[in-house]
């Protein structure tokens, strides 16, 4: 079995609303062709994340971020 299915554009028309279900509920993506020329890809959206969280553990802790830095800065020489 593929990993996606190629439809024409007449047969994608007629069955639109079943196809959407289908592709939801496989999760596997449609390829609509016209006159054998794909022209368009159905893909499932990705599930939902929850945004709480998703960033723990990517950022670094830093001690004291208010005091002045001992080494000057380039642009300022």
Do not use: N, Q
């Not at 079995?1 to 496989?26: P, Q, R």
């Amino acid at each position: 079995m593929s990993l996606y299915t190629i439809i024409g554009a007449g047969h994608f028309k007629t069955k639109c609303l079943k196809l959407l279900d289908t592709v939801a509920e496989t999760r596997h993506p449609l390829i609509i062709t016209k006159r054998g020329k794909a022209v368009a890809k159905l893909v499932p959206i990705p599930p939902d994340t929850d945004l709480f969280g998703a960033l723990a553990g990517s950022v670094l802790r830093e001690d004291d971020i208010i005091s002045p830095l001992e080494s000057e800065w380039e642009v300022t020489r």
